[in-house]
């Protein structure tokens, strides 16, 4: 196996890691790789990427493959083959706001977010009739509404604890998220045998692990 | 030069080039990012986002079979920026038929054999296979799990399947994990067996078995393919170079044409061919002598072979001319 794949820095670096040493015994720990971006292990080269940027190595065939959360993955919307959820990096993208906050269809409801394009998608399809603005925030979405640039946001809730700690509450959960796995299409047709073979050790050690073996 | 040595191959097979008008009925085509233009008297336009469409309106058929090629530019919107590209493609008009299937494909494999492209891979498919698939479904969903087929979400696409349908998601996995998966639908197996058939028959031709995959997941985003679908992939891209297939549509008179056909964007070639011009000969001088070497130049173009003259200057990069480089006293 002869593979590129592309994992995000952040929160889903160690699991990541940890996850594909479950394939290849050469990778290092997430604790050796301190600095370097690309690493190499028995069967797989491994390039360290920022989370947004994933889709687009992929798109792009830097990489063949790519892991990377749900949430990423529909608000980049890049043509990628999606080929399988990972069971780690569970979180939720959601619309919270303070307790007491009610939509109203008589004002312009402000949302702030990371994700604009996720925002826009689903408040059309779920707030029909509502006049929504969208706020384009980099981080610290939960000060958004402390500080009235909105009155609700749409954000990725792993704990919920930041909601908690703000006063905020979850008002609608927008959907699921998970680590996914991605490819490049032209890989996926160039390096069929050998993606099919490790979507093959995936599902294996999938069965292997909901019959209670520890991995 | 990509479109010199296309031009000349097909015109051997019986081809001939058909001009259609740039601009068409925007109701022609359903694409979101269609250039649109008004014209003085408010009437609206579309700058044609492919050519296929447009030939295929203006080509009648009469029983004998019709074979056609087309080459030129189409617009698309991409962020609000309108872009321009040079699509190549050719339709051979005829009923169903193997053999017509068989020369539409096998011109893809001499064409990119003249342009010297050995590391390509032409995937195959029949529209046959998702047909079978959709037979479970209402059309409302049906157009959901085509739209995560069209996006290669394959996991939405088994999600959006309720559990009680439990045997067409181990069909539809089957075609995601083939060949690794034995496909177990004796419908689908059938079909697959008529793509080994037509992939034994290429090979008899001489075409090479490994340049031809087949891939029961391969599907193409138009309605109007009916039959054999097909996807090249170059090794250096990181996109399809192009894709076809056999089809139904109706001409401007509302008959009915049956064809097949394959088109590409000529951009994505010419990423991988930079030394299709090597054999131009390349004269680099002195500017101010220009009328000096006119005559150098002239002899070897009545020779029949290519020249172009190239002023010197210390900034010129030799290495990236591509050709026989002279350099003129």
């Known amino acids: ?215 | 030069m990509i479109e010199k040595i296309i031009r000349n191959l097909l015109e051997e097979w019986g081809y001939r080039e058909i001009k259609v008008p740039i601009l068409g009925e925007p109701s022609l085509w359903k694409e979101n990012n269609i250039v649109k233009i008004i014209d003085g008297k408010g009437r609206i336009f579309a700058l044609r986002p492919e050519i296929t469409s447009l030939v295929i309106q203006n080509i009648s058929y009469n029983k004998i079979p019709v074979r056609v090629y087309y080459m030129g530019p189409i617009f698309s919107l991409e962020d609000g920026i309108v872009k321009e590209n040079f699509q190549i493609g050719w339709e051979l008009i005829n009923s169903q038929d193997e053999w017509r299937d068989i020369e539409g494909l096998s011109i893809i494999f001499n064409i990119l054999s003249k342009l010297n492209i050995e590391e390509f891979i032409v995937e195959i498919n029949t529209t046959e296979i998702w047909e079978n698939i959709w037979k479970n479904f209402e059309e409302e969903k049906i157009d959901k799990l085509r739209k995560y087929l069209i996006k290669r979400d394959y996991v939405s696409l088994i999600d959006e399947i309720s559990r009680e349908k439990r045997r067409v998601i181990e069909d539809i996995k089957s075609l995601i994990f083939y060949p690794k998966v034995e496909i177990r639908n004796l419908e689908l197996k059938f079909e697959i067996e008529k793509l080994y058939d037509l992939k034994r028959k290429l090979e008899k031709i001489g075409i090479d078995k490994n340049k031809i995959m087949i891939s029961p997941l391969l599907f193409r985003p138009f309605n109007y393919y009916n039959g054999l679908i097909f996807q090249v992939y170059l090794k250096e891209l990181k996109t399809p170079l192009g894709g076809g297939g056999s089809y139904i549509q109706y001409n401007k008179k509302g008959e009915k044409i049956f064809g097949i056909g394959f088109a590409f964007i000529e951009e994505k070639l010419t990423s991988v061919l930079s030394d299709l011009n090597n054999d131009i000969k390349i004269f680099i001088g002195d500017k101010e002598r220009y009328l000096e070497y006119y005559e150098t130049l002239a002899e070897e173009r009545r020779k029949g072979n290519k020249a172009v003259f190239i002023p010197y200057s210390e900034n010129l990069n030799i290495a990236e001319l591509k050709g026989e480089v002279k350099f003129l006293e």
């Not at chain 1, 929160?11 to 890691?17: D, F, I, Q, S, Y």
């Not at chain 1, 919307?77 to 399988?84: E, P, Y």
């Not at chain 1, 939960?142 to 703000?166: F, M, Q, W, Y």
């Not at chain 1, 680590?179 to 069965?207: G, H, P, T």
């Open chain 1, 1 to 215: 196996m002869n593979l590129k794949i592309a994992i995000p820095t952040g929160r889903l670096l160690e699991e990541g890691l940890n996850f594909l040493r479950n394939f290849d015994r050469g990778l290092p720990e997430p604790s050796q790789v301190s600095r370097r971006l690309i690493f190499r292990g028995d069967k797989f080269e491994i390039l360290l990427v920022k989370p947004l940027d994933i889709p687009t190595y992929v798109e792009e065939r830097i990489t063949d493959l790519g892991i990377v959360g749900r949430d990423i993955i529909e608000e980049k919307m890049n043509r990628v083959a999606i080929l399988k959820r990972l069971n780690f990096g569970k979180c939720k993208m959601v619309i919270a706001s303070y307790p007491h906050w009610e939509l109203s269809k008589n004002e312009t409801i402000y949302v702030s977010t990371k994700y604009p394009n996720v925002t826009e998608k689903y408040l059309k399809e779920i707030w029909k009739g509502v006049n929504f603005k969208i706020v384009k925030l980099n981080g610290s979405i939960e000060l958004a509404p402390l500080v009235k640039i909105s009155s609700c946001i749409v954000d990725l809730v792993e704990t919920g604890n930041t909601l908690r700690e703000n006063n905020l509450v979850i008002k609608e959960v927008l959907f699921e998220s998970s680590a996914y796995l991605i490819a490049n299409e032209v890989s996926f047709v160039w390096k069929k045998s050998e993606i099919l073979e490790f979507l093959d050790q995936i599902e294996y050690l999938e069965e292997r692990y909901d019959k209670g073996n520890n991995l």
